[in-house]
């Protein structure tokens, strides 16, 4: 092989935006190239690939630096300077797949909805669904109806996910809405109607709260909502800045760091920290201590626990006029962000006024602006779940 054929065979160097070598380092290049010939032939084979690959390499790191497509982590090794006097170039691996397909594991199935469904400060909105909530022209479809008419509200089914606690809600779920989790507990049916402070309806309230505590742990930030209640704004500008666990009100007194409020379970704010999760460790295990007792009692009363100050959770209480309900109502519909079938027993209670709420709503949306501002309708409810009614029972 000529001098010229051997130098034609080796790849160019990359020169990285260097000046070119000087005559005497090209000359002893082809000097060590002519030097192959004197070698027997599969040596030189094993010199010609380990020098390719000694000047191919420096190209491709060049080369996949320029690249948009794949990026570049910057990390010097343990011990070295700072990023940035003399960092150490490497690709940056993609991030693991996880096999969701073949896996049965129950985190990967939440991992995936709730993923699917948050905003983009990881929080979620929640809801729960049994097979009583979920039959055609029952709560859910006014619940949903709700989001659809508010004010600015649309947009947030987007994040809702609604969690099934039987098969049937969860068929009806998937048939009317993308984000949809089955929630299963064993050896517990709560198909049917679930009266207030019957064991089944305990089991499925205390079932809520440790469901609740896992999504926390996972990372999410959530806004947990009884589906038997309408949005008609978005809640999220009425929240307090610093508040870790938000609730709203049966009935409100005034101050939100008030422990006098009585809070109702059925609507909360809740950031995911450390303050949070084992709060609400803290209420899931206080049930044990209080036998009998759904979670909104239990908290009444953990609410002074000294305990909570040593967590150092943010407790606040929502104002009515913005998260109101039947206990005692968001009287300006002008405020009104949410409103609760609150302080009524039975699904048929409950659906006729949720209608005539809703009716509501929609004769105000339909008012000129101008009216709005001065002379908001009032509400015609409650009527079958009045307080006297409650009362009575």
């Known amino acids: 092989m000529s001098h010229r054929e051997l130098d034609k065979s080796f790849p ?16 002893h290049r082809r000097s060590q190239m002519l030097a192959f010939n004197r070698i027997p032939p599969a040596s030189a084979v094993i010199r010609l690939l380990l020098f390719a690959a000694a000047v191919g390499f420096p190209c491709a790191v060049i080369y996949h630096a320029a690249s948009p497509k794949i990026p570049l982590i910057f990390s010097p090794p343990s011990g070295s300077p700072p990023v940035g006097q003399d960092p150490t170039v490497r690709l940056a691996p993609e991030p693991p797949e996880v096999d969701e397909s073949d896996s049965d594991s129950e985190e990967v199935k939440l991992e995936r909805v ?10 979620v909105i929640l809801t729960t669904l ?22 600015g509200t649309r947009n947030l089914l987007d994040h809702l996910v609604i969690v099934a606690l039987d098969e049937k809600a969860y068929a009806r779920c998937l048939s009317m809405h993308p984000h949809c989790l089955a929630l299963k507990t064993e050896g517990v049916d709560f198909e049917g109607e679930k009266f207030f402070m019957t064991p089944g309806y305990l089991k499925m309230m205390w079932r809520r709260i440790d469901f609740l505590r896992i999504v926390l742990e996972m990372g999410y930030n959530f806004i947990f909502t009884d589906s038997d209640i309408m949005w008609f704004r978005n809640p999220l500008p009425y929240f307090y800045p610093d508040g870790d666990f938000q609730i709203a009100c049966d009935k409100f007194l005034g101050s939100p760091v008030d422990l006098q409020n009585l809070p109702n379970g ?17 209420w899931y295990s206080s049930r044990e201590r209080h036998p009998g007792s759904h979670d909104q009692d239990v908290l009444n009363r953990i609410k002074y626990d000294p305990y909570i100050g040593e967590i150092g959770v943010q407790l606040r209480f929502l104002s009515t006029a913005y998260f109101g309900g039947f206990c005692e109502p968001s009287r300006d519909l002008n405020k009104v962000c949410t409103m609760h079938a609150n302080c009524c027993l039975g699904l048929e209670s409950k659906l006729h006024d949720l209608r005539i709420m809703l009716d509501d709503w929609r004769n105000y949306m339909s008012l000129p602006p101008s009216v709005k501002k001065s002379h908001p309708p009032p509400w015609r409810v409650p009527q079958n779940c009045s307080i006297g009614s409650l009362q009575q029972h």
């Open 266 to 282: 059925g609507f909360n704010y809740v950031k995911s920290n450390n303050r949070t999760i084992e709060f609400y460790k803290f």
């Open 114 to 123: 709730l993923r699917g469904a948050a905003m983009e400060d990881k929080t």
């Open 130 to 151: 049994n097979a009583a909530w979920a039959s055609p022209n029952s709560m859910i479809d006014l619940f949903l109806e709700s989001f659809l008419i508010g004010n």
């Open 12 to 27: 160019p160097i990359c020169m990285s935006g260097r000046s070119r070598p000087s005559l005497r380092r090209t000359h």
